[in-house]
Each structure stands twice: as C-alpha cells, then as structure tokens.
C-alpha cells in the first residue's frame, strides 16, 4: 500500500492549493475534510490522477501515512484546531507532528506545543502567506514550534515555498513554540498598514488630484518600476484599470466597508501587551473600523461637513510627493513591527533571526516587496540594530522624503482628506526623533492626582520624587509601576 508523505486535513482554498503545490513537488499527500464529499470532489476533480490520497475519516488519514507521520492542519483558527488535535490524539504515536498553518493566535499556539510535547509528540505553528496564488505557486512559510520536529518538515516545506532569484526558499525555522505564528501576525499587521496607506494614497489623487482610474492605474506602474515595487503596488495597479460590465471602473462598485479577521488587531494588542508604540498598524485597523460604520458615516456626512478638496499647484509635483510620502511610511511600518519583534522576542525567549524573516517575506506572500533587501542588508550589517530609522539606507531615504511626507500630510488635513496611517507615520518619526518629549508634563499630572512619582533630570534613573502639589496631599506616594 502506498504510504503519504503528508496528511493535511481542511480543503477550503488554501488547504486544496497546498496539497496540489506539495503534489507537483513530488510529494504523496493524503487529504481529509469533516464534510467527506469534499474530499470526493477533490480527489476526483482537481486532484484526479495525482498522488493525492483520500481519507474519509481521521482513522484512515493517520493509517496511510509514513512515520513520523506529519499532519497538516489547514482549518479555522481558534476552537476548530483544538477539536481536531483531539480527534487525532488517540490514532498518533510518540514523535508524530501536528502543524497549523492557520491564522493562529500565538498563545493557543505556545499552549499547544506544550501540551502536545508533553504527550511525547511534536507541534509546529507555521504562518503560510501568499493567498490562493501563493498557496499553489509558493508561498512564503513561517514554521515555529517543536523545533525536533524541523528536520522531517523542512525538506517538504522548503520545496513548496516561494524562490528568491538564487533559488533561496521563502522558509526557514524561526523558532520555538509561538514564535512561527507570532511573525506571521506581524506580517498581516504590516499588511493591514501597507494596504491602509496604499488606500490614502488612492484616496489622495481621487479626491484631490480628481484623476481618472485609468490614470490612477498608470501611477502604480510606474511606482512598481521603482523602490515601491510590490505586490500590493502591483495588485492596486490592475485593480484600478478593471472596468465592471457597464464600462465604469469595477473599484467605485464595491461598497466601502472592509473587512478583518482579526490578525491585524492582534497585533496592535500584543504592542501594547509589549509596550511598543505600534501606531501606523493601530491606525490601519481603526481605519476598518470606522469604514465598518457605513450608515453612521452616510448620516454623519448630511450633518457635518469640512472643506471641500480643491487642487490648484503642480499635479506631477504633488504625485511625486506623494510617492516619497508612501515610501517612508512604509519604513515606519516595518520600523515598528520589527521592534515588536524584538520586544516579543525578549520577552518569549525566542532567538529570532531578522534579517532572515525579511527574506521569508521577500517572496511569495502579501507583502512581499523589493523593499525587503533593504531591511535583510540593515541587519547584516548591525544584528543588534534597535529601529530601521537608525541603519544608514533608510536614515537617507527619510531624510530624502520628509519635505515631502510633510507637505502630503498637510494637504490633506487643509483639504480634509482622510489620511491616518501617513499621518501617524510622521507623528510617529517626529516622536522618535525627539530628544524630548512633554512627557514631563504628563507625569507632574499623574503624580499631582494620584501621587503616582516621578524621576528627575537631575537625580539617577530609577530615583523616584513625589510632590505635595496642593498642601493638602500629604507625603505618602503610590507604587510605581508600568502597564
């Protein structure tokens, strides 16, 4: 009887396109779904004739597999992931692997290479990005977990991931327990501000320049011959250019009100667990929120109003500024998920290697872009690099934008155009930079209503003061602590 090399339970569009990636790589995979017909239409429709094996039941799915059998789940993060580890548990021997390559929370995943280590098995939490395309073409894989458990995925993994030029494979082990799918959050959250800011600069030349979409479309080709290459440049690009049936362009159909999953708010709030200020992403995924509040919005608009968007300057002048203005937010995005990253790193014991999780990203998923190099050459040349602001290329490419990040973010304002994800890019890079901030203030007010303390410039770091600032407060100050 034929043995798979794989077992992947969940044929939906990203478990389907991997089993026919893993196929015409020269892999046996067997293949499960809880509703079974899915795996008959599967297996006679797509995968007809390939070396893909149905399973109907979890029994039959383990019995075909070769030891240390390696089972692939592609299923709803949360609830589902557990349900079935459960299911699979009693059929599965000591050093058996169970990977999720879901949209996991990075706890559950911590939580489950714990429980199944203890149980002498192995689990990996892989992030998988790159859509329905990727998952069938090369995605990028960002495997963590039991880290015994590497060597009998990695032949698998490294075959079905996405290429660099040199033949590099868009995977490599990050690191143990959550630390896999924790990256890949960090990728969808720069995904949620990439996407954002791309959006603002759309909104940019539609209400104030008043372009046609045919011209919008021409100004991402050009910026995706340049260091804006990449696939959301590229994707924005034909967007704009498809007509609907009637002729119109397809975009100005589609209601305004998006969408989220819930991995770009994971992210913000582990930055805020970890007290990094992750301000752009934070900005992206309230930007969802507010255009969830369609009707609100439509009432809103009938009662208060702003100033009405009226361009007369240099229009190529504004779209270059424009250009360099996404651009350097772009480096604050990933400035401030990379310092998650090392926050998050720390904290979880993880040795991550982040000049290597900027290749993993250079091709196959959603935010795959030329711009990564850059960030893979910054850590080479400083491994313990504390913000990309600070490594020598990015440094010269903000100073080489600000004039003109500045001026875009007050045309908007002036103009009323709805731009938060540059604007608290810029914000976030004038905090940064200063050497001081009115932070001072903000302390004399916590201690003047809750005694909370505060140091002082003239006393050593870590020397606390309490002030008696009304007479009345007496001396007694409260504990110092940071949320």
Not at 108 to 125: A, S, V
């Amino acid at each position: 009887m034929t043995k798979a090399d794989m077992g992947l339970i969940g044929l939906a569009v990203m478990g389907e396109n991997l089993v026919l990636n893993m196929e015409r790589n020269g892999f046996t995979v067997a293949v499960h779904n809880r509703t079974v017909g899915k795996v008959d239409r599967f297996v006679n429709g797509r995968g007809k004739g390939k070396k893909i094996i149905g399973a109907k039941s979890i029994e039959e799915l383990v019995d075909v597999l070769e030891k240390p059998r390696k089972i692939m789940l592609m299923v709803k993060a949360g609830t589902p992931v557990d349900s079935i580890i459960e299911q699979l548990l009693p059929h599965l021997d000591k050093g058996d692997i169970v990977i999720d390559g879901g949209n996991s929370h990075f706890p559950d995943t911590i939580r489950r290479t714990k429980y199944l280590e203890e149980k002498g098995m192995r689990f990996i939490g892989a992030g998988v990005s790159g859509g329905e395309e990727g998952a069938l073409n090369g995605p990028s894989i960002m495997p963590g977990g039991s880290e015994a458990a590497w060597p009998a995925v990695k032949p698998i993994f490294q075959a079905i991931a996405a290429k660099m030029e040199d033949g590099t494979p868009c995977c490599d082990w990050v690191g143990s327990d959550g630390a896999g799918h924790f990256v890949k959050m960090v990728h969808n959250g720069i995904e949620y501000g990439d996407m954002q800011m791309i959006c603002e600069a759309y909104q940019m030349m539609r209400s104030l320049l008043a372009m046609s979409h045919d011209e919008m479309s021409a100004v991402f080709a050009e910026w995706n011959q340049g260091e804006l290459d990449s696939y959301l440049i590229e994707i924005t690009r034909d967007i704009l250019k498809t007509k609907d049936e009637d002729g119109g362009p397809l975009v100005e159909k589609i209601l305004d009100t998006a969408g989220q999953k819930g991995t770009g708010k994971w992210t913000a709030v582990a930055a805020l667990d970890q007290g990094v200020p992750l301000t752009l992403i934070g900005e992206a995924v309230f930007a969802r929120c507010l255009s969830a509040m369609k009707d609100e919005r439509v009432e809103a608009s009938r009662i208060i109003s702003g100033p009405e968007p009226a361009f007369n300057g240099d229009k190529k002048a504004l779209l270059e500024d424009l250009r360099k203005a996404l651009l350097a937010s772009k480096i604050v995005s990933y400035a401030q998920g990379y310092v998650l990253l090392e926050a998050a790193a720390a904290e979880y014991g993880w040795n991550l290697d982040y000049g290597g999780i900027a290749l993993m990203w250079r091709g196959g998923c959603i935010i795959r872009s030329i711009f990564l190099g850059k960030i893979k050459e910054a850590f080479d040349a400083d491994p313990a690099l504390s913000n990309l602001l600070l490594a020598p290329y990015f440094k010269d490419k903000i100073a080489d934008a600000q004039s003109s990040w500045r001026r875009i973010v007050a045309a908007a304002a002036e103009n009323g155009v709805w731009m938060p994800a540059i604007s608290a890019a810029l914000t976030y890079f004038d905090g940064y930079r200063s050497e001081r901030l009115p932070a001072n203030l903000l302390q004399a007010q916590r201690d003047y209503f809750g005694a909370h303390t505060y140091e002082r410039v003239d006393k050593p770091r870590g020397e606390f003061f309490h002030t008696n600032w009304t007479g009345h407060g007496g001396d007694t100050a409260s504990t110092t602590y940071n949320a």
